[in-house]
């Protein structure tokens, strides 16, 4: 299949309700999209480094179809701040633990100030508020993003497509530890269980 034409075919899905953020201390709420395994993950930057009218470039400008229309993706809700991301890592597929930035603050995660995500896997480390940029480890291009919609009469959003797919062209198709077909552990919300 085609990349391109998979991207401009996603479909628009209702993952959360702003009260469901609004709800918790949590910046993370977990979801699935475009499959029912696929874990996803919003962060609502106002709750982790107090960033408020997000906006990032979008690393994957230009290379897919979809996205020629954003140079840049802005953070959505009543304070431009929640953006969403996949939680598989683009390395080998391994699930990204979004939620360790306040269940366990000093182990390897998240890390709030920085808004770094690491992979336990292999080490691969993205910065979510530069629009999931690999600043290292071997991941071989960004973390893909979820591309939200917010109805502000509802609260209700919305995804409506993705950045990039979330698998790379070049992975291995044998002897692979994770797999696209890995059965994830969607972690129910709210995804904090302390701060
Ligand atoms: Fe994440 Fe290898 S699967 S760094």
């Known amino acids: 299949a085609n990349n391109t034409a998979g991207l401009q075919g996603f479909p628009k899905y209702k993952v959360a309700n702003i009260k469901d ?40 400008f230009g290379q897919f179809a979809i996205n020629s229309k954003f140079p840049t993706i802005k ?59 690999v600043v290292g480890g071997p991941a071989p291009r960004p973390l893909p993003i979820v591309l939200l919609e917010y109805d502000n009469t509802t609260g209700d959003i919305y995804a409506i497509g993705t950045n990039a797919p979330y698998f790379s062209k070049t992975r291995p198709t044998s002897n692979l530890i994770y797999d696209p077909n890995y059965s994830y552990q969607i972690p129910s919300n709210p995804a904090c269980t302390s701060g």
């Open 21 to 60: 953020i609004q709800s918790s201390n949590c910046p993370v709420y977990f979801f699935t999209y475009p499959l029912t395994n696929e874990p996803c993950f919003i962060v609502d930057f106002s709750k982790l480094n107090n960033q408020t009218n997000v906006e990032f470039k979008n690393p994957y």
């Open 75 to 133: 953070g959505v809700g009543p304070k431009g701040s929640i953006c969403a991301f996949s939680a598989i890592c683009v390395h080998l597929g391994c699930q990204l633990p979004a939620q360790v930035l306040t269940s366990s603050p000093n182990l390897p995660g998240l890390n709030p100030a920085s808004t770094i995500l690491h992979c336990p896997c292999h080490g691969s480390m993205y910065k979510l508020d530069e629009g999931g940029i």
